[in-house]
């Protein structure tokens, strides 16, 4: 069955250091999301993809960065860790952008 | 930018009540999705609605896409313990660049006591 995973599930990491959060989708999406989930703030997102080496800012992108180099995978970096950016990260796809959305199960990020 | 309000922001009721989420758009939605997310979990698609005025029903579930593709509602009937959970709306917006991206609702987080 076609899936969406995410890794690490959780981490802990320092202030200043370099993470990256994996997701891959074997759904063959062309579309793929990243977005936060903080209390009080719903779902937000961070970046987005429409295809391979595409990719787009979302509502929260400072700090963040993606790549595509392949339609499975779509990598989170957080190029120097803050503690603002402790949260609930969720990777999604979908077959078209207005098209609803197929969720990974998450990573709890915490920034110490 | 678009946004999407859900009210009430949490909801407590006794197993056996209704419960009703309220979806409110600042703009027209060519469609509107929902998505449940139980405790700890991710979010899951449940449905989609596209016509305006349209109504589906999924075993207690009812939801309806308003005459003006600006808001929905979610009605659950008789809630069971198994309804408990974040229930979100999603519509396409316009944000930044253009295209049908969702955007998400604030949520309204249902619990149901015995």
């Known amino acids: 069955d076609a899936e969406i995973t995410q890794s690490p599930r959780h981490k802990i990491t320092e202030t200043g250091r370099q993470v990256t959060l994996a997701c891959h989708q074997t759904w063959n999406h062309n579309n793929m999301f990243w977005y936060r989930q903080d209390l009080g703030h719903g779902l937000r997102l961070i970046h987005y993809s429409y295809g391979v080496h595409d990719t787009n800012k979302g509502e929260v992108s400072d700090g963040y960065s993606v790549s595509r180099s392949n339609t499975e995978d779509l990598p989170l970096t957080l190029e120097s860790a803050a503690s603002s950016q402790t949260s609930v990260y969720f990777c999604a796809s979908s077959v078209g952008l207005a098209r609803e959305q197929y969720f990974g199960p998450g990573t709890r990020l915490t920034v110490t | 930018g678009q946004q999407v309000m859900q009210i009430p922001q949490y909801q407590h009721v006794q197993e056996g009540e209704d419960f009703t989420t309220y979806c409110n758009s600042s703009t027209t939605l060519s469609n509107i999705q929902w998505y449940k997310q139980r405790p700890g979990g991710h979010p899951v698609f449940l449905i989609q609605?596209?016509?305006?005025?349209e109504v589906k029903k999924q075993k207690r579930l009812t939801f309806q896409f308003g005459e003006a593709k600006k808001n929905s509602s979610l009605h659950i009937t008789a809630t069971q313990t198994t309804d408990v959970g974040t229930y979100f709306c999603?519509?396409?917006?316009?944000?930044?660049?253009?295209?049908?991206?969702?955007?998400f609702g604030t949520g309204t987080q249902l619990k149901v006591e015995l």
């Open positions: 999603a519509g396409p917006s316009s944000f930044t660049g253009g295209g049908n991206k969702l955007t």
């Open positions: 609605l596209v016509k305006s005025g």
